[in-house]
């Protein structure tokens, strides 16, 4: 088990955000939060209003601004759509690659599932990297200097990047194993009934 006294987990959100990106990662930290105390888990948003609204139109009530976590999720959302929100509004707009850059340096680790990859990519802490993200962004993820790998997951130390959507509870249960050690991810595993992550 990882000896930090505490592990702050925030996990950002933004309008345009894929919602599985989110709430599934989400639950198996707030799980893995009861079993392990020293683990905390919040969903923030870097400024705009407190109810953030996810591709699909679900609203989340994000209270909570970035503060100064120990580890940093990014979700994706809108790329493949081609829509002006999620992701592509985001890099366009500059401040959530600015702000994941400024902090990959003093977190413990940055992660993303999906096109969230893109996100750090546009913060400049992909190049030379292997990492993943959805099929249809790969591509693109390499322009930025990746090694781009198939996995549901890829660990590169500090950095940790999933596949596609659902890949971000592979992700989530991954990251719990790092922090809480693999029995208690598979507890929580076990609990939501999904498989261990194999392919990282």
């Not at 596609?164 to 208690?184: H, I, K, P």
Request: hydrophobic share 50%; glycine share 10%; proline share 5%.
């Amino acid at each position: 088990m990882a000896q930090a006294e505490r592990m702050r987990i925030e996990i950002l959100a933004f309008d345009g955000f894929d919602a599985l990106d989110i709430v599934a990662p989400w639950e198996v930290f707030a799980r893995a939060a009861r079993v392990d105390s020293r683990l905390e888990v919040e969903i923030v948003r870097v400024d705009g209003p407190q109810m953030v609204t996810a591709a699909d139109g679900l609203q989340l009530h994000v209270p909570g601004e970035l503060g100064t976590p120990d580890a940093l999720f990014v979700p994706g959302g809108s790329w493949v759509g081609g829509m002006d929100s999620g992701v592509p509004h985001e890099i366009r707009r500059g401040v959530l690659p600015r702000v994941i850059g400024e902090l990959s340096a003093s977190v413990s680790w940055v992660a993303s599932v999906c096109t969230g990859a893109l996100l750090l990519g546009e913060a400049g802490i992909v190049a030379g990297r292997t990492a993943t993200t959805n099929p249809a962004a790969a591509e693109e993820l390499s322009r930025y200097g990746a090694l781009v790998k198939q996995n549901r997951v890829v660990d590169d130390g500090n950095l940790i990047t999933a596949g596609a959507v659902t890949s971000g509870l592979d992700l989530a249960l991954w990251l719990v194993q790092r922090e809480s050690g693999e029995d208690v991810a598979r507890t929580i595993a076990a609990a939501i009934a999904v498989p261990m992550p194999s392919d990282v």
